[in-house]
Every structure is written in structure tokens, then in C-alpha cells.
């Protein structure tokens, strides 16, 4: 059974930065296509951010640039660096794999909460 446990939620300045991480058990990392979703209050969960099983990575426009998705496979632990946080990146965010290319999601976990204000 695929298990997700994100952390490293919380409360940040606009301008700031977070490190969220999202442990994996049951699969493991180097066979699967991993993404980070979030959703803001009253909106849809998207998805944001991309690692493949060969290590590329994508991002959707609105984090290019601020985000960056990585893993350890070791640790098997996926990460997203957020830079230059704004209002807008407000959100719970989640880890599951990338239903584009892996055709189903996994179970969800709890998610973590960030918050961007001032």
C-alpha cells in the first residue's frame, strides 16, 4: 500500500522560502513519475510540478523560475523548494504521482499547509 506523508508547511512573508517534503513508502521512486499538487481554497487541485522517473523535471508557469521539485531516492522523499513566495502560492499542497503520465493517483495524504502573508 502506497503511503504519502507531506511536511514543511507553515507560515511565510511574501519574498520567503520553504522546503516541503513528501516521504513515500510502498513504490519506489526510481520507477515512478512523481509530481507536487496544490490547491487554494475554492479552487481545484493542480498539479505544479513534475519529476520523471529519469530525473526530468517540469513546472507549470506560474512556479518556473521560484520552485524546484527533486527527490532522494534513498530516502526515497520527494522535494519542492519554494523561493520567492507570494500570496498567490497560498495552498495545501500534496505529493502523488504524476497522473499524466502514470494514469492514476495513489491515495492522498494529508497535505501541508502554506501560507503567504504579510
Known amino acids: 500500500q502506497v503511503q504519502l506523508a507531506e511536511s514543511g508547511g507553515g507560515l511565510v512573508q511574501p519574498g520567503g522560502s520553504l522546503r516541503l517534503s513528501c516521504r513515500v513508502s510502498?513504490?519506489?521512486?526510481?520507477?515512478?513519475?512523481m509530481a507536487w499538487y496544490r490547491q487554494a481554497p475554492g479552487k481545484w487541485r493542480t498539479i505544479i510540478a513534475s519529476?520523471?522517473?529519469?530525473?526530468?523535471?517540469a513546472y507549470t508557469d506560474s512556479v518556473k523560475g521560484r520552485f524546484t521539485i527533486s527527490r532522494d531516492s534513498a530516502k526515497n522523499t520527494v522535494y519542492l523548494q519554494m523561493n520567492s513566495l507570494r500570496p498567490d502560492d497560498t495552498a495545501v499542497y500534496y505529493c502523488?504521482?504524476?497522473?499524466?503520465?502514470?494514469?492514476?493517483?495513489?491515495?492522498w495524504g494529508q497535505g501541508t499547509q502554506v501560507t503567504v502573508s504579510s
Open positions: 510502498g513504490i519506489r521512486l526510481s520507477g515512478n513519475d
Open positions: 519529476i520523471a522517473r529519469d530525473g526530468t523535471t
Open positions: 502523488n504521482r504524476d497522473m499524466r503520465t502514470q494514469g492514476y493517483y495513489s491515495s
